[in-house]
Nanobody, 119 residues
Framework: QVLLLESGGGLVQAGGSLRLSCAAS????????MGWYRQAPGKQRELVAT???????NYADSVKGRFTISRDNAKNTVYLQMNSLKPEDTAVYYC?????????????WGQGTQVIVSS
């Protein structure tokens, strides 16, 4: 079993910054894609950003130029640096990882961390 533990959410004023972290622990051989998703009240969960094991990144248009995703493979951790935050960034943010445990590949989600951006 693999557990993803998120941290770093909170309340921030518009224009401010936050850094989210998500660390994986458990039966891990390697981790392929890591990503962040978010879900605002009354809306569907949406992709924020992903990063492959090789470091290739992908961002939602709404966060390009403001958010940066990165990973530390040695620590099985993914980060999301969020700058120039806007009220519309308010959501619960979830990390997601595709984890190999031996030859088995499974997808895992974190428990979510709340980000609130006040205007």
């Amino acid at each position: 079993q693999v557990l993803l533990l998120e941290s770093g959410g909170g309340l921030v004023q518009a224009g401010g910054s936050l850094r989210l972290s998500c660390a994986a622990s458990g039966s891990i051989s390697s981790i392929n894609t890591m990503g962040w998703y978010r879900q605002a009240p009354g809306k569907q969960r949406e992709l924020v950003a992903t990063v492959t094991r090789g470091g290739n990144t992908n961002y939602a248009d709404s966060v390009k130029g403001r958010f940066t995703i990165s990973r530390d493979n040695a620590k099985n951790t993914v980060y999301l640096q969020m700058n120039s935050l806007k009220p519309e960034d308010t959501a619960v943010y979830y990390c997601n990882m595709a984890v190999f445990s031996g030859l088995a590949l499974n997808e895992y989600w974190g428990q979510g961390t709340q980000v609130i951006v006040s205007s």
